[in-house]
Antibody, heavy 124, light 112 residues
């Protein structure tokens, strides 16, 4: 069965950096796109970034563009999110999610499985 | 302010039918599939409806989705207490600055 396990969350000071990981199993990781989605305490879901199955294309939300970098290592079945210049408003649970990375005449497919999330707290 | 618009709350009594709307634009719902996610309290989101109206295996047929133009809706019939959760719609958005994913603000469903 599909498993996505995030790690790397914790407490970091404003301006600091953190790298999140998402270990994938139960599917052919190298054939699927992957997302990071976050949820601030008591708030809704906010999309952060997406990377295609082979890493050829990456897309970011405006709120993190230039500060966050999504990457993947298909040999290790692992997704990453490097977060730099962190701000208080980046405090959230960060989820990784799997995406078929596919489209047809009616549009693009979207995320189908989610991990349990890892909490990032940006505070002095 | 979310790109997709959902009502912040909805409610119903056991056995009732409730619907949750999701309004977007031509660049997101109008040109891509709509997905619905259910988030039970304290848990991660789970896929509820994919490609506008398809149910993953294991999701009861009490849940149904539809899409028309730039709007979509989620219907839950035969409401049960375990349906009390937050519900989110989502879609890819073909924005001018590059594709991104947009979510609705979420609808908190209360079973009275």
């Amino acid at each position: 069965q599909v498993q996505l396990v995030e790690s790397g969350g914790g407490v970091v000071q404003p301006g600091g950096s953190l790298r999140l990981s998402c270990a994938a199993s139960g599917f052919t990781f190298s054939s699927y796109g992957m997302h990071w989605v976050r949820q601030a305490p008591g708030k809704g879901l906010e999309w952060v970034a997406f990377i295609r199955y082979d890493g050829s294309n990456k897309y970011y939300a405006d709120s993190v563009k230039g500060r966050f970098t999504i990457s993947r290592d298909n040999s290790k079945n692992t997704l990453y999110l490097q977060m730099n210049s962190l701000r208080a408003e980046d405090t959230a649970v960060y989820y990784c999610a799997k995406d078929p990375d596919y489209y047809d005449s009616s549009g693009y497919y979207l995320m189908d499985y989610w991990g349990q999330g890892t909490l990032v707290t940006v505070s002095s | 302010q979310s790109v997709l618009t959902q009502p912040p709350s909805a409610s119903g009594t056991p056995g009732q039918r409730v619907t949750i709307s999701c309004s977007g634009s031509s660049s997101n719902i109008g040109s891509n599939y709509v997905y619905w996610y259910q988030q039970l309290p304290g848990t991660a989101p789970k896929l509820l409806i994919y490609r506008n109206n398809q149910r993953p295996s294991g999701v009861p047929d009490r849940f149904s989705g539809s899409k028309s133009g730039t709007s979509a809706s989620l219907a839950i019939s035969g409401l049960r207490s375990e349906d009390e959760a937050d519900y989110y719609c989502a879609a890819w958005d073909d924005s001018l600055s590059g594709p991104d994913v947009v979510f609705g603000g979420g609808t908190k469903l209360t079973v009275l």
